[in-house]
C-alpha cells in the first residue's frame, strides 16, 4: 500500500488509477518469476511518459514482493498490519483511562504488560500463522531442488 501511494503521488492524477491497478496487478500475483514479469511489463509501459515512476518500480519492486517467498496461506496475514494496529488501539484505549503517568517507567510498564498479554494470547491461543504450511513448503523446495541438481 505505501509503495503505490508513493508512486502513484509522482504522477498526475488523472493516470493515478492506471498506475495503481498495474502494480496491483503485481502484487496479487501468484508467485516471484510472474510478479517480477508484470512488473517489467509496467516499468517499460510507464518509462516514456513517468521515467520517475520506472525508475522507483525498477530499484524497489522486488523488496515489496519480499512476501512471495511465503507460502499463499500466510501472505494474507503478513502483508497487512491488522495485528500492529490492533495493539496500538488497545494501548490507546488503555493509556486513556489513566490519562497522567508518574513517569516513563510506569508507562513502559503498562505497555510492556499489554505486549506480554498479546504474546500470550497468541502462543495459547488462536494461531495467527500455521507453522506446519511454513515447513511443508520448505520441504517442497528442498526436494525440488535436489530434483534440480540431480537432471544437471
Wanted: glycine fraction near 4%; charged fraction near 30%; aromatic fraction near 6%.
Amino acid at each position: 500500500m505505501h509503495f503505490t501511494r508513493n508512486a502513484t503521488g509522482l504522477v498526475p492524477r488523472a493516470a493515478r488509477k492506471e498506475l495503481a491497478a498495474d502494480l496491483r496487478e503485481v502484487f496479487t500475483a501468484p508467485d516471484l518469476e510472474s510478479a517480477m514479469r508484470i512488473a517489467e511489463r509496467s516499468t517499460e509501459h510507464w518509462q516514456p511518459r513517468y521515467p520517475g515512476v520506472a525508475k522507483l518500480i525498477e530499484d524497489n519492486i522486488e523488496d515489496c514482493l519480499a512476501i512471495l517467498a511465503f507460502p499463499s496461506a500466510h501472505r494474507t496475514r503478513l502483508h497487512t498490519t491488522n495485528g500492529l494496529e490492533r495493539l496500538n488501539r488497545e494501548v490507546k484505549r488503555r493509556t486513556r483511562v489513566i490519562w497522567i503517568f508518574p513517569n516513563r517507567e510506569s508507562c513502559l510498564r503498562l505497555v510492556t504488560a499489554l505486549a506480554a498479554e498479546q504474546s500470550d494470547e497468541r502462543v495459547s491461543g488462536k494461531r495467527y500463522l500455521n507453522m506446519e504450511e511454513l515447513a511443508e513448503a520448505e520441504a517442497e523446495e528442498k526436494a525440488g531442488g535436489r530434483e534440480l541438481a540431480a537432471v544437471s
